[in-house]
């Protein structure tokens, strides 16, 4: 019989809400699970979930031009067309400045420049609490995150179909760009994290029309509740405008600050009020995905 999975993916508009630490107790607190970081560009998830690594696995963004020096008789056409100033002194292509159009390819009289794979990135594929947890590590100056994000989404999928996991964890970049839109395409549900800040309120509303424009189920949580009671009411008022439940609000609490120090999650100190208000947002999550 084919297993349901259930994805949640918890984004923000911006970076800083506090997004990490939530998905992150949420991989703590449900009993049966795969967990995957999302943000490729800048992983944290790996510092607060101890994990061991069990393969990485190479990925290849787009191909990157090379000159070959056997072939190449110094016309410079390649230096001319090429209008990512990607090709240096002695035709040599910089391969952090490459886009991987192929246009030198075309104009080189000599055939003297190749398309080649280029390795951008790899997915990790470890284990937490003796639960799949997956990760990537982006190269410098490498593009492709949106293509890296589905990798990694379809690896975690195939693991839950085979091991029979009925729920996969998704922590998003921050932002509305194409990482985000890869992250959380298909999604069963979506938990939006923003805080009562103006940059809060102004992102949030960009990320609720995200998820409207692509018709996916969301609902909001209000990280550092305690910053500013106008605000919460104003972060309100947009989630009514758009028809979108707030299902959760966590206090500021410094325990935070003592988990991210320690390496821990804030579900680890029960006795927060943080942890506490996780815990009933986590059972709602529960109750939405009937997990
Ligand atoms: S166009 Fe071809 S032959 Fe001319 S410099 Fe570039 S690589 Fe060399
Ligand atoms: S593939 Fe495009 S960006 Fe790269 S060196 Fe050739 S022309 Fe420049």
Known sequence: MTNTIKQLAIVSGKGGTGKTSIAASFAKLAKQRIVVDCDVDASNMPLVLPHTIIEE???LGEKKAVISQDRCRGCGDCVIYCRFN????????????????????????YEA????DNQSGTVVISQSDDQPFLFAKMGVGQGNSGKLVSELREKAKSIAEEDNYNLIIIDGPPGI???VISSITGVSHVLI?????LSGMHDLERIIQLT??????????????????????????ICSKFDIAVIGTI????????AQIAGKTIVEYPNSVASQAIKSLWERISQLLNL
């Open 86 to 109: 990607a090709i240096k002194d002695f035709y040599v292509v910089e391969p952090v400045l490459c886009e991987g159009c192929a246009v030198c390819t075309m104009m080189c009289p």
């Open 212 to 237: 409207k424009h692509f018709r996916i189920n969301a609902s909001v949580c209000i990280n550092k509740s305690t910053i500013s009671s106008d605000n919460i009411e104003k972060i309100k008022e």
């Open 177 to 179: 760009g194409c990482p």
């Open 193 to 197: 994290v923003t805080e009562p800040t």
């Open 251 to 258: 206090p500021l609490d410094m325990d935070f600050v003592k």
């Open 57 to 59: 696995i190479p990925f």
């Open 113 to 116: 420049i190749d398309m080649v």
